[in-house]
């Protein structure tokens, strides 16, 4: 089992930036690769962003390429999701997930893990 914790989340104007951060626990493995997703209230699950734990190879969705980074401190066993020039439309509640392979993918059927999220709220 691998636990998950998300934090960083909280209220932003736009353009400005926020930082989330994803605590894994448990029985992490350099196998394992990492990914963002968010939902928006009305709307599925969608990919934001992941990275592979060990090689660092990372992974965008096209709607936050350039403005979002995903990284990583193996140390802390922590994964990050810098955010930003941050627009109203990228409020959602935010999830960190944990893929049991180092193969990068999108689809959020691919994760066996998630966090419980946190909440970013963009204004106008």
């Known amino acids: 089992q691998v636990q998950l914790v998300e934090s960083g989340g909280g209220l932003v104007q736009a353009g400005g930036s926020l930082r989330l951060s994803c605590a894994a626990s448990g029985r992490t493995s350099s196998t394992y690769s990492m990914g963002w997703f968010r939902q928006a209230p009305g709307k ?70 998630w966090g419980q999220g946190t909440q970013v709220i963009v204004s106008s």
Do not use: H
Request: aromatic residues 14%.
């Open 44 to 113: 599925e699950r969608e990919f934001v962003a992941a990275i592979t734990w060990s090689g660092g190879s990372t992974y965008y969705a096209d709607s936050v390429k350039g403005r979002f980074t995903i990284s990583r401190d193996n140390a802390k066993n922590t994964v990050f999701l810098q955010m930003n020039s941050l627009k109203p439309e990228d409020t959602a509640d935010y999830y960190c997930a944990a893929r049991t392979t180092p193969v990068l993918v999108s689809g959020a059927g691919g994760y066996a893990y």
